[in-house]
């Protein structure tokens, strides 16, 4: 006896589990995503031969100051007079704080030494100086 395969009998890939997978995808790298340059502020970092380790993200704040010296804390502008009390209130509800700066290349060097000596008077525990890595200039 014979038999013969019929059409029902052959498989198929639904499309809807794919589309929910990719979604999926989709949901988990959005969420885990982070950006740690503040959004809207331009800045050009100078560039570096050894990159340094990253600090702890949940200990660290971000301070930028972009080329006009505007200083923006964790991507909120903020006047360097209240610098150093917004320090201290983040101190005071994340605990020890690690403090990368990230300076413009164009902005002034007493610029960058004044918000570094407010960040030692707040508690710092330390500060990394953002920089732009290059690995073709290690070779």
């Known amino acids: 006896m014979r ?36 959004a809207g502020v331009q800045i050009k970092l100078p ?8 600090p702890d993200a949940e200990n660290r704040v971000i301070i930028t100051v972009d080329k006009d010296a505007a ?18 209130k983040e101190i005071k509800e994340r605990g020890v704080l690690d403090l990368v700066l990230q300076a413009d290349m164009d902005v002034s060097h007493g610029n960058v030494v004044r918000i570094m000596d407010i960040a030692k008077n707040a508690g710092i525990n330390s500060i990394v100086i953002a920089a732009r ?7």
Do not use: C
């Open 3 to 38: 038999f013969r395969k019929t059409k029902d009998d052959e498989a198929n890939i639904g499309i809807a589990p794919l589309v929910d997978i990719v979604f999926l995808l989709l949901i988990f790298f959005m969420v885990t995503s982070h950006y740690d340059i503040a």
């Open 47 to 54: 560039k570096i031969t050894k990159k340094a380790p990253d």
């Open 71 to 88: 200083i923006y804390i964790e991507g909120e502008k903020i006047d360097i007079s209240a610098l150093e009390q917004r320090l201290n």
């Open 133 to 139: 890595w290059r690995s073709k200039d290690l070779m």
